[in-house]
């Protein structure tokens, strides 16, 4: 590693991650808070990065011209495998990509998948595009929290793979109308022809009677990426994944809790949420209890 990030303070840095972790209210937060302290400074490390991106692509940063923050963090991204960094957040990265192994090419699938949101609204993408895009906001993220959590097979590289294409399809149909509000439609056009809403608009959209019928087939697809997930989790070494595992648990129960629902949006009491989040907890102190080797 570069001078630059050998004379730094790792606690310090460490430290201000965390906070920038704690203040995003995640709700894996203790999830990562609870696994051993390289790992857990290597996942806020990740978190933090994806955060800021997905942050200038939704125009939540302020930067007055997003494309180019994102293009400038490809750069920084670049400058990381050469051990440079400019601030607590990178040198944490350089620590992690060094210790863990973290591939480039993750960090700058993630950068493209935010430069599509940042472009312009997505508009109807055929399955393609869509699986690009959802492997690369999604399964990039958890191939290299993946490795961080002590599993870098082929096996492992599947299941962030499966599990990230499910919890993206999973926020696509929960999030249909919050989507249509920032003028987006992921639901792809195959998808929008078969039930005859090509050329709906997205306020249109966000309030056709075909709704359930678009989340339907978007859950189909899902399941068959939770069940392919599952079955790639058999082969991993099943401490190391116990992390990505505990978010498929909960994102499985979001999409249970839909199509339980007819594919309508489940009516959630404030018992039911408290209950779920209990068991959240119980399930991120189990990851202290047998900590990842």
């Not at 930067?63 to 490809?74: C, H, K, S, T």
């Amino acid at each position: 590693m570069a001078a630059n990030a050998q004379m730094s303070d790792p606690k310090a840095d460490d430290a201000v991650v965390a906070s920038q972790v704690r203040a995003a209210g995640s709700s894996f937060y203790w999830a990562m808070r609870l696994q051993p302290p390289n790992k857990r400074a290597g996942l806020f490390a990740v978190y933090a990065f994806c955060r800021i991106v997905d942050d200038i692509a939704d125009g939540d940063a302020g930067v007055a011209d997003p494309q180019r923050a994102l293009e400038r963090w490809v750069l920084r991204v670049e400058a990381l495998y050469d051990g440079k960094a400019e601030d607590a957040l990178g040198r944490a990265l350089v620590r992690a990509v060094h210790e863990f192994k973290l591939r480039q090419s993750d960090f700058l699938s993630i950068i493209e998948g935010m430069m599509m949101d940042a472009n312009g609204p997505v508009l109807r993408p055929d399955w393609p595009t869509l699986t690009h895009y959802c492997d690369c906001v999604a399964s990039a993220v958890g191939r290299l929290c993946i490795r961080i959590f002590g599993d870098s097979s082929d096996h492992a590289r599947a299941l962030a793979d499966h599990q990230g294409q499910a919890l993206q399809l999973t926020n696509i149909l929960r999030d249909i109308e919050e989507d249509a509000e920032r003028g987006r439609i992921y639901v792809p056009q195959e998808i929008l022809a078969d039930v005859q809403a090509n050329d709906m608009s997205p306020t249109a959209l966000a309030s056709s009677a075909v709704l359930p019928a678009i989340r339907a087939q978007i859950g189909a697809a899902a399941l068959q990426r939770f069940e392919a997930a599952e079955a790639a989790a058999h082969a991993c070494d099943a401490v190391a994944i116990r992390p990505a595992m505990m978010m498929m648990d909960a994102y499985r129960q979001t999409f249970d809790d839909w199509a339980a629902a007819g594919w309508h949006r489940p009516k959630s009491s404030p018992v039911i949420k408290l209950r779920r989040r209990a068991d959240l907890m119980m399930k991120a102190a189990k990851l202290w209890l047998v900590p990842s080797q």
